[in-house]
Nanobody, 117 residues
Framework: QVQLVESGGGLVQPGGSLRLSCATS????????MGWYRQAPGKKRELVAS???????NYADSVKGRFTISRDNAKNTVYLQMNSLKPEDTAVYYC???????????WGQGTQVTVSS
């Protein structure tokens, strides 16, 4: 069993920055592909960014050049650095872990990000 705990959300003005963290418990963090998803009110949950066990990254077109995903296997943590935030980035952001072999997935509880003046 893996538990994911997101932190770092909050209220920020347009153009500002936030860094989200997702700390994981359990073993073998390095065996998990990690992803950040978001869900705005009335919309489907969407992939924002992902990072593989080999640190290959992928981003949604809407966040390319503004967001950066990274992982620290020693700290069992994945990060999402969000710069140049826009009101349309407002959503609950979720962390997800996918075991790269066993195809088991886990979700965090989410953290609210609100971009508003």
């Amino acid at each position: 069993q893996v538990q994911l705990v997101e932190s770092g959300g909050g209220l920020v003005q347009p153009g500002g920055s936030l860094r989200l963290s997702c700390a994981t418990s359990g073993r073998s963090f390095s065996a998990y592909n990690m992803g950040w998803y978001r869900q705005a009110p009335g919309k489907k949950r969407e992939l924002v960014a992902s990072i593989t066990t080999g640190s290959l990254t992928n981003y949604a077109d809407s966040v390319k050049g503004r967001f950066t995903i990274s992982r620290d296997n020693a700290k069992n943590t994945v990060y999402l650095q969000m710069n140049s935030l826009k009101p349309e980035d407002t959503a609950v952001y979720y962390c997800r872990a996918d075991h790269h072999v066993l195809k088991i997935s886990y979700w965090g509880q989410g953290t609210q990000v609100t971009v508003s003046s």
